[in-house]
């Protein structure tokens, strides 16, 4: 098997025509960040994820791309793992850990390409159709019952497994939200709700989930801060 011959990173920054104030998220523009990785061979493999705003292409650059250039693929595994245990100092999770698997993703679809595979054969799985969901309906100045309703009849026609309403941090008028929502859906498409982590007690949001119940909600997304098991837990089996 051939060797990396490049590692690059790019950011990308679009401009977004509304401001989404997500409680204490202001969202101006969407950031990606794109990972290039090419083998000696001329095979290329890509990755692209969200930055939102952290420095993803620089930590790349920094501390993976003077470790990793010139590797020969087939030592891969063992040059993750060594690269894992030389910034262990960096933690468990965060910036660095977005920024290694951002590398890692455009890796493993450069040996794919390597050995002539689709990259889900790759990895042992196959390719079979798959559903999926569509996320939308960010709540802007401007929304209206009007406008949502509009959005929600034009997201039915892809006929996805589910759509996904992000939430406006007050919960009672997502709850008024979710009720245009269910009512503009003729088909019956579940409906998902992202919290993006803005729920500090499940006493905040436990009267409200309950009711949406009613609404044929397929799941609440993300209600707390990522490690807050307990009240994941208590939200989960009151629901």
């Known amino acids: 098997m051939t060797s990396l011959k490049r590692l690059s990173a790019y950011e990308v920054r679009v401009p977004l025509p509304r401001t989404l104030n997500l409680g204490a998220m202001i969202i101006r523009d969407r950031e990606y960040v794109i990972v290039e990785a090419e083998s000696e061979a001329g095979n290329c493999g890509y990755s692209i994820g969200f930055t939102r705003g952290a420095p993803i292409r620089a930590t790349i650059e920094r501390l993976l791309k003077p470790r990793w250039e010139g590797i020969n693929l087939e030592d891969y595994p063992l040059i ?33 390409k390597e050995a002539g595979l689709p990259l889900c054969v790759y990895l042992g799985g196959q390719i079979t159709p798959v559903e999926v969901t569509l996320a939308g309906c960010y709540p802007t100045n401007d929304e209206t019952p009007e406008s949502l309703q509009q959005q929600m009849e034009m997201m039915e026609q892809y006929q996805a497994a589910g759509i996904k309403l992000t939430s406006a941090t007050d919960y009672a008028r997502d709850t008024e939200r979710l009720r245009i929502a269910r009512s503009a859906l003729q088909s019956g498409t579940p409906l998902l709700i992202d919290l993006y982590a803005q729920v500090d007690h499940v006493a905040d949001i436990l009267p409200y989930a309950l009711r949406w119940a009613e609404y044929d909600l397929l799941w609440v997304e993300d209600p707390f801060w990522f490690d807050n098991f307990d009240d994941l837990h208590d939200l989960a089996r009151a629901l």
Do not use: E, K, M
């Open 80 to 112: 993750y793992q060594s690269t894992s245990r030389s910034n262990r100092f960096l933690g468990t999770h965060g910036v660095y850990w977005r920024a290694v698997s951002a590398a890692d993703c455009a890796i493993h679809d450069l040996l794919a």
